[in-house]
């Protein structure tokens, strides 16, 4: 039933519109100025009849659409104010059949639903597309702007009499011009906030609804850049209609049906993107120049009077209107990008942007989180990921957002992945994530490569400073250690020094010290027995001051440990300091072994075993070419295991102590003295 009234208006619109045609042929050529630029035959009457007929087509798929019904609505009305146009003209103006009354009121119905009720109802077309629902609940307040608008001028309608009406004369009252002042301001604030709403619809729409909806925003930036071509051009010559100011505003109007229809019933026809980014930046640049253009126009002349000639005053004006918008072109075409791409925006400016930005090779920590807000601005991606890999290192990565802004972390790995390669090999990859219920079109994978591949030689220039860097950190972690070793060597030195030192004075100096008193005194003494028990007195305390001095360069270094080897001057070491350690000598640990390799090993035992090391057990065996001493029961809160660890490692050994307090020593045993140059 739906449908059939819809076909049914369609059907009495198209009468009604060859109705026009008859009246307008009537008294004047169809092809004059006259009908086609004032009275937009044929493009408004082929658009009356399209908007009938282009929503009766979408009511007959979906009966309760509401841009259905105000297309063929519009139509409809729209159609009646044409043909009530066309007849008031006649009788008033070429002297048609009917009286002047009749005349009139024609030309009052054709003022009533005319251009004003058209704006009205475009603003609801554009606040309810392309899905028949409001953007929410607060956006009726702007339907509601727009009725108040066309009801303000409609009243200032009703304030004339119908039958004295005259469309191209119209004299109202105070009351009329309060009403027709208040009425179309509010008109305009409708069309401006549909806008609004169309463009956050867009922003925020995807897949089918963001294809309607650009096409539907197609029709309106025709419409807004037909607006202004008039408005220029009826500037530029008094204020009179022509057909060149008109014809724009007239094939607009008649594609608008078809493109609702077009993004209502199929949306997949053309890719629009860039005819809406440029017709955007057409538009607001045509609408500066314009009123530009105007304002210099009319001030230069009020203020030169006629002392400058029209050709020159018009090319100043046009020279400073282009000076001007050059530092706003800039803030236009962004504009227009975030309407036409929406949170893309225009992605390959994304590249441009990311190129300027690597003029100056940037450092890894600087490089990484620019390439992945790149690449995650670029696809409008919930999360993306950059990661250069560095030869011998883990690699580098960096997430965009990060945790500071706003975005919560996440360790998972990124949907999509795409490598970044130099030649044959693969300095990193650039990851994204994107948002639940979105892919990544093939146009956006093209996109991510490009980025790989602008980002190669950067990342090349990137992996070589962090490898450069980890060497430099090397060498000083080197250097720090080869300084701190110099350190430990000077102290165990001074030491060795004290102690050597001490144990002198205590067991050899004490033997000594009087020796000389005493030897001067037996000089001068009688000899006899007393004489010889002095002088056996005096042997004894030098055999006992040598041996001490015996014992001392034996724990320097044992002369029995390089003539009998490491098994012997062990046990001889332990069994004259009289110390309860256990050592175990494994057969293929009792023979000889380089001589670095013994001295290690004695020393580290000596050390381990030093002080406090009552019941301590050493064990010694050759394991896949090492030998291993294991020390157990040692005092490990009295011994320097730094300095045992510097002598091991001296050897080309390593140290190990556990938990349970066995310290291990394994040393190579072709480990021979070091080449001397």
């Known amino acids: 039933m739906y449908a059939r009234v819809a076909w049914v208006l369609t059907a009495l619109t198209v009468l009604i519109a060859g109705a026009d045609v008859w009246v307008t042929s009537a008294y004047r050529p169809l092809l004059s100025e006259e009908a086609v630029a004032v009275h937009g035959f044929p493009f408004v009457t082929a658009a009356v009849v399209g908007c009938s007929a282009m929503g009766a087509l979408i009511v007959a798929r979906w009966a309760q659409h509401p841009i259905g019904?105000?297309?063929?609505?519009?139509?409809?009305?729209?159609?009646?104010?044409?043909?009530?146009?066309?007849?008031?003209?006649?009788?008033?103006?070429?002297?048609?059949?009917?009286?002047?009354?009749?005349?009139?009121?024609?030309?009052?119905?054709?003022?009533?639903?005319?251009?004003?009720?058209?704006?009205?109802?475009?603003?609801?077309?554009?606040?309810?597309?392309?899905?028949?629902?409001?953007?929410?609940?607060?956006?009726?307040?702007?339907?509601?702007?727009?009725?108040?608008?066309?009801?303000?001028?409609?009243?200032?309608?009703?304030?004339?009499?119908?039958?004295?009406?005259?469309?191209?004369?119209?004299?109202?009252?105070?009351?009329?011009?309060?009403?027709?002042?208040?009425?179309?301001?509010?008109?305009?604030?409708?069309?401006?906030?549909?806008?609004?709403?169309?463009?956050?619809?867009?922003?925020?729409?995807?897949?089918?609804?963001?294809?309607?909806?650009?096409?539907?925003?197609?029709?309106?930036?025709?419409?807004?850049?037909?607006?202004?071509?008039?408005?220029?051009?009826?500037?530029?010559?008094?204020?009179?209609?022509?057909?060149?100011?008109?014809?724009?505003?007239?094939?607009?109007?008649?594609?608008?049906?078809?493109?609702?229809?077009?993004?209502?019933?199929?949306?997949?026809?053309?890719?629009?993107?860039?005819?809406?980014?440029?017709?955007?930046?057409?538009?607001?640049?045509?609408?500066?120049?314009?009123?530009?253009?105007?304002?210099?126009?009319?001030?230069?002349?009020?203020?030169?009077?006629?002392?400058?000639?029209?050709?020159?005053?018009?090319?100043?004006?046009?020279?400073?209107?282009?000076?001007?918008?050059?530092?706003?072109?800039?803030?236009?075409?962004?504009?227009?990008?975030?309407?036409?791409?929406?949170?893309?925006?225009?992605?390959?400016?994304?590249?441009?942007?990311?190129?300027?930005?690597?003029?100056?090779?940037?450092?890894?920590?600087?490089?990484?989180?620019?390439?992945?807000?790149?690449?995650?601005?670029?696809?409008?991606?919930?999360?993306?990921?950059?990661?250069?890999?560095?030869?011998?290192?883990?690699?580098?990565?960096?997430?965009?957002?990060?945790?500071?802004?706003?975005?919560?972390?996440?360790?998972?790995?990124?949907?999509?992945?795409?490598?970044?390669?130099?030649?044959?090999?693969?300095?990193?990859?650039?990851?994204?994530?994107m948002p639940k219920g979105r892919g990544l079109r093939p146009a956006d994978e093209q996109l991510l490569r490009d980025l790989a591949d602008q980002t190669a030689l950067a990342f090349r220039n990137a992996a070589m400073e962090a490898e450069l860097a980890e060497h430099v950190a090397a060498l000083d972690r080197t250097t720090e250690a080869l300084a701190e070793s110099r350190r430990r060597i000077i102290a165990a030195d001074d030491a060795a020094r004290r102690r050597l030192e001490s144990a002198i004075s205590r067991d050899v100096l004490s033997h000594l010290q009087l020796m000389p008193e005493r030897l001067s005194r037996l000089s001068v003494a009688k000899s006899g027995s007393t004489a010889t028990d002095e002088l056996e007195q005096l042997v004894d305390e030098t055999n006992a001051a040598l041996e001490s001095l015996r014992v001392l360069t034996q724990g320097l270094f044992p002369t029995q440990l390089a003539r009998a080897g490491l098994a012997r001057a062990l046990s001889s070491h332990l069994a004259r300091n009289g110390q309860a350690v256990t050592v175990h000598f494994e057969p293929s640990a009792d023979r000889r072994f380089p001589a670095r390799v013994e001295a290690a090993a004695y020393f580290a035992c000596i050390e381990a075993v030093r002080a406090g090391s009552m019941g301590a057990r050493i064990d010694l065996r050759v394991v896949a070419a090492e030998l291993v001493v294991q020390i157990r029961g040692h005092a490990r809160d009295r011994i320097d295991v730094q300095a045992i660890v510097d002598r091991v490692e001296a050897a080309g050994g390593r140290l190990s102590l556990d938990e349970a307090g066995l310290l291990s020593v394994s040393i190579p045993v072709d480990a021979g003295e070091p080449t001397r140059l």
Not at 366 to 381: C, I, K, M, Y
Request: charged share 15%; aromatic share 8%.
């Open 69 to 433: 019904w105000l297309l063929c609505l519009i139509g409809f009305l729209s159609a009646i104010s044409l043909l009530t146009e066309a007849y008031s003209v006649w009788v008033v103006t070429a002297d048609g059949p009917g009286s002047r009354s009749l005349g009139g009121i024609s030309g009052w119905i054709a003022a009533l639903l005319g251009g004003q009720l058209s704006l009205a109802a475009l603003a609801i077309l554009f606040l309810v597309a392309p899905d028949g629902r409001l953007l929410s609940r607060r956006w009726r307040a702007a339907a509601v702007v727009a009725l108040v608008g066309y009801v303000g001028y409609a009243g200032s309608l009703l304030t004339l009499s119908p039958t004295e009406f005259d469309i191209d004369r119209q004299e109202v009252g105070p009351l009329g011009s309060l009403l027709s002042v208040l009425g179309l301001p509010f008109i305009a604030a409708g069309l401006v906030a549909a806008m609004v709403s169309m463009v956050l619809r867009l922003r925020r729409s995807r897949g089918v609804p963001r294809q309607q909806l650009r096409l539907i925003a197609l029709s309106a930036v025709f419409i807004a850049l037909s607006f202004v071509h008039l408005i220029v051009v009826q500037l530029s010559n008094g204020g009179r209609q022509t057909w060149i100011s008109s014809l724009p505003l007239f094939v607009s109007y008649f594609c608008l049906p078809l493109l609702f229809a077009v993004a209502v019933l199929r949306y997949r026809l053309f890719d629009l993107d860039l005819i809406i980014n440029r017709a955007v930046v057409l538009a607001l640049g045509t609408i500066f120049a314009g009123i530009g253009y105007t304002a210099l126009v009319l001030a230069v002349a009020s203020l030169l009077n006629t002392q400058t000639s029209g050709f020159w005053l018009s090319l100043l004006a046009t020279a400073l209107v282009a000076l001007a918008f050059q530092p706003l072109r800039q803030r236009v075409v962004r504009l227009a990008n975030r309407l036409a791409y929406g949170d893309r925006a225009l992605p390959y400016e994304a590249l441009s942007d990311y190129s300027r930005r690597l003029t100056e090779p940037p450092s890894p920590n600087a490089l990484l989180p620019a390439v992945a807000e790149a690449a995650g601005r670029a696809v409008s991606a919930r999360s993306s990921t950059a990661v250069l890999q560095v030869p011998g290192l883990v690699g580098i990565s960096d997430v965009w957002p990060g945790p500071a802004d706003g975005a919560p972390d996440s360790d998972g790995a990124p949907e999509y992945e795409v490598p970044v390669r130099q030649g044959g090999d693969t300095l990193g990859s650039i990851g994204v994530t």
